[in-house]
């Protein structure tokens, strides 16, 4: 059966790879006219010009305003900046309302599960949006239409103050976001891996806390990049993640105490982390893609220390917990290998009044074999002291079938013997 | 001696080789109008052409190769720039181009090539798969590409008998005999179907 399933979505894939050409694209595509691998290797993993078009607010880092095709509708004439402060700053907004679509499929099958073989077409459907009001205002949002039965979840959504002060400041120094965002403190985000299957490293929880690394957060992050190789960000959040109001406290937040965070990178080789251009690459085939080819490497640092109020069988109790870790990044011909290690601790998870120590972390290697073709090995490991220790192997491989449409094949292997092992395979795409 | 008297003789009778020159002009539409783009050439002109010297330049900017389409003399110089504060990348996947690949290099950086084979090719940017443009190289000086009204001239060409082409990179080519004669404008239109 399995291996049937499997022919099936390869035998859609090669025939889908020589039928016409793609004409479906998403927000920032449509306002540049530019293809997805513009800024991703394979979507939603950005390459390295991608992370600099992403920390930029969703502009191009250097003058956006060329490379924009698809003009925007102005809210004032820019003669309006010369009258402030007695008019109101001239701003825009997109003429087209920027709204794209995401949708995942997989079928799946579980070794453990009373229902082996599953179809999930859709598991997902994810309503994007993003853009800029005028120059150096950005927004960015992303809504679970439906998420495995669940509807209508905002994920993350956020505005973006780019280039503070940069009168007196260098630009990207110093961004402003504000609203519903993953940390910047989370060195991988769940949001942009291309597997089907989360990284172990940012979904564990904790005795009865609900904090997970990467969730969503409500809060404000100021971040930025120094001399175009350093980037830092600090954050502060209500730390619950992204659920609803607690009616009884009329609040979001679980307790009045926020979580704070902080993140330091340095990146060697590559273009700048601002998308500064400076290296040459001498290319010998037609593999070369920035991103999988510019030889790089990038060490980050981070902390996190946080508090979550706790209810839980007619209990009501606090965990404080914190963790910090090191991460790196490298790329080296069509290899991109990274990984990273979490240390950290709870001190109260399960409302006993018992510590548990943290530890965790992850490789994963990506190998382009072709330009739609990638390889993904990932291994990874969470142990709970007290408590649980659990890793998986994840075997992938990504198609490209075209730009915004992909197939994946992939197996979650557990390391444990009394958790399940899973194969998927399914149709991601974009439009 | 002989050799001055040659080249003096040679200045004397340039003018009249020109004068003897005709013109070539016409429009070329499609089904949605005009086709703007469109190269139209001489396909058997005897004699053999020296290419120019200066180098034509193909420029990136805005994610664009400009201009999109350059018909060329067989051994020209093209000199690619990048005018983008991104990086961009040159190669093609064409044989009459040697299937070369210039590298990914930023703003300000020109790398050039000399086209000694005839035929076309395409040339591709591999991080912005959107950009592409086209250079045409062919045997003779005597080509023209269409401006934005469909228009296209090709003046200077000798008297006598040929095939007018044209090329076009969505559109299939046509061929249409004629005539050109000396001081005169031969008028030649086509309409293109893909």
């Known amino acids: ?431 | 001696m002989p050799f001055r008297v040659l080249l003096t003789l040679l200045y004397l009778t340039l003018p009249s080789i020109v004068l003897a020159a005709g013109t070539i002009s016409g429009t070329i539409t499609d089904k949605r109008g005009v086709t703007v783009d469109a190269v139209v050439y001489i396909e058997d002109s005897a004699g053999e052409f020296a290419p120019p010297k200066e180098h034509l330049v193909m420029d990136q900017k805005n994610l664009a190769f400009t201009p999109h389409i350059i018909p060329i003399l067989i051994g020209t110089t093209v000199d690619f720039l990048n005018s983008d504060d991104i990086l961009n990348n040159v190669f093609t996947p064409s044989w009459a181009g040697h299937k070369f690949n210039l590298g990914t290099y930023p703003k300000g950086i020109v790398r050039s090539f000399t086209f000694d084979r005839l035929g076309e090719v395409v040339i591709l940017c591999n991080i912005h798969p959107e950009m592409e443009a086209y250079i045409i190289i062919l045997s003779n000086p005597f080509f023209a590409v269409t401006d934005k009204t469909g228009k296209f001239t090709i003046s200077g060409v000798p008297s006598g008998r040929y095939t007018l082409r044209t090329w076009h990179e969505r559109l299939k080519p046509q061929t249409k005999q004629i005539s050109v004669r000396e001081n005169n404008t031969t008028v030649v239109d086509f309409e293109l179907i893909r």
């Open chain 1, 1 to 431: 059966m399995v291996v049937l399933i499997i022919g099936l979505f390869t035998s859609i894939f090669l025939y889908n790879l020589f039928l016409t050409e793609a004409h479906a694209i998403p927000v920032f595509a449509r306002k540049y006219k530019t293809s997805c691998q513009t800024c991703h290797v394979a979507f939603p993993r950005l390459n390295a010009f991608g992370e600099a078009f992403r920390r930029n607010g969703y502009q191009f880092p250097q003058i956006d305003e060329g490379y924009v095709k698809e003009e925007p509708l102005p809210l004032g004439t820019p003669a309006w900046k010369k009258v402030w402060p007695e008019g109101i700053w001239p701003g825009q907004i997109p003429a087209m309302v920027p709204i794209a679509l995401r949708v995942e499929s997989s079928y799946r099958y579980d070794d453990r599960s009373e229902v082996t073989h599953d179809f999930t077409f859709p598991n997902e459907l994810e309503l994007l949006t993003g853009g800029t009001f005028g120059e150096d205002i950005s927004f960015y949002g992303e809504i679970a239409l439906f998420e495995e039965g669940d509807t209508g979840k905002v994920g993350r959504l956020f505005l973006q103050f780019d280039n503070l002060f940069d009168s007196k400041l260098p630009k990207h120094l110093l961004n402003l976001r504000i609203g519903q965002f993953e940390p910047a403190a989370v060195p991988f985000p769940s949001q942009r891996r291309l597997t089907f299957t989360n990284y172990l490293f940012n979904s564990f929880k904790v005795g009865k806390n609900n904090f997970q690394f990467s969730s969503a957060q409500k809060g404000l992050e100021v971040k930025g990049i120094i001399k175009s190789r350093l980037e830092h960000a600090l954050g502060i959040v209500n730390g619950n993640g992204a659920g609803a109001k607690d009616e009884s406290t009329d609040s979001f937040d679980n307790n009045s105490k926020k979580d704070i965070y902080i993140r330091l990178g340095y990146k060697i080789g590559g273009i700048g982390l601002d998308g500064t251009t400076d290296v040459e690459i001498e290319d010998e085939g037609l593999l070369n893609q920035v991103g999988l080819t510019e030889n790089s490497i990038k060490f980050g640092t981070f902390g996190y220390l946080g508090e979550n109020s706790i209810k839980y069988s007619g209990m009501d109790f606090n965990d404080k917990f914190y963790r910090y870790g090191f991460d790196l990044d490298g790329y080296y011909q069509n290899i991109n290998l990274f990984g990273a290690i979490l240390l950290g601790r709870d001190d109260n998870p399960s409302g006993n009044l018992k510590e548990v120590e943290v530890t965790a972390y992850l490789v994963e290697a990506n190998y382009l074999f072709l330009p739609w073709l990638i390889g993904i090995l990932r291994y990874e490991e969470t142990n709970l002291n007290p408590g649980y220790k659990r890793g998986q192997v994840i075997p992938n491989l990504t198609l490209l079938i075209r730009a915004n449409l992909k197939c994946i094949l992939e197996a979650q292997i557990s390391t444990k013997d009394d958790v399940s092992n899973k194969i998927f395979a399914g149709l991601d795409y974009a439009f």
